[in-house]
C-alpha cells in the first residue's frame, strides 16, 4: 500500500514539473461505456457489456503539452457471484431457502458505484486535431452502495433475496488504473483501462449473518479484489 502511494505522488511530482511551461487547454465532456473481466472485439459481448454493465459519467481534462490530468466521476452497478463451500451434513432451511445435504450456495451481491480517477498521462500526436492515442495512470476511489443480495442452493431454485447486510462488504475502497484511449477529430476518446483493486471487497469480518456464517466456508472470498476492465466512450464539449 505505502508503495503504491509513493509511486502515484512521485508520478504526480512529474507530471506538475512537466507542466512547468507551454499553453493550457481545458475540455470537459460525458462518458458512457461499461465494464469487464474480459476483453472481447465480439458483437454479443460488447452489447451484453452495455446493457448488463453500463457505466456513466463525466470526465475533465486540462492539458499542457502532451502531457495531461484527466479527473473522472462514474457511475455503474456490479454484479459479483460467488459460489461457497458449506458444512451441511443433512438437508437444512437457511431463512427461505433449503440447502440439501453437500450442496453449495451461490450468492450474487448487486451495488452501485461510484468511481472518481484521477489520471495523469501523455497523449502522442499522430495528425494534429485528427487521431492522438493516449497513455495514462492513476489512483482511484470507490464508492460502493449495497443493492440486492441473492442467495440459491446450487442446482436447486431460483435465487432468494437476502438480508442485504449478510456479508461484511467495505463502502469504501482505492485502486491503481491504468491504460491506453485514443482522440479522435479533437473531440471523441476511447479508454480501455484496467482497474487494479487496493483494498479486498469484504471487511474482517466477511459474513454479519451468523445464520449463513455457520454453515458456508468464506476462505475462498476472503482475499477478492475489485479488479476489471473499464471501456468508455467520451466527447469533449470544450
Known sequence: MKKTFLL???MLMMGSAAFAGGPIDFSIGPKVGYQTS???YQKEDIKAGFVNHLTVGLFGRIEIGGFYVQPEALWFKTSNVFELNTNVHQDVIIGDITVPDGANVEFTLNAMNIQVPVLLGYKFEILDDIFAIRAQVGPTLNFTLPQKTFAKAVG???PTEINNETFDTKSIGFGLQG???IDLFDGLTLD???NFGINKIFGANLINNTEWGQYIDTNNISNVHSNMF???IGYKFL
Do not use: D, F
Request: glycine share 12%.
Open 192 to 194: 480501455v483501462n484496467y
Open 179 to 181: 491504460g491506453l484511449g
Open 156 to 158: 436447486n431454485s431460483e
Open 8 to 10: 502515484i505522488a512521485a
Open 230 to 232: 473499464m471501456v468508455t
Open 38 to 40: 474480459k476483453l472481447s
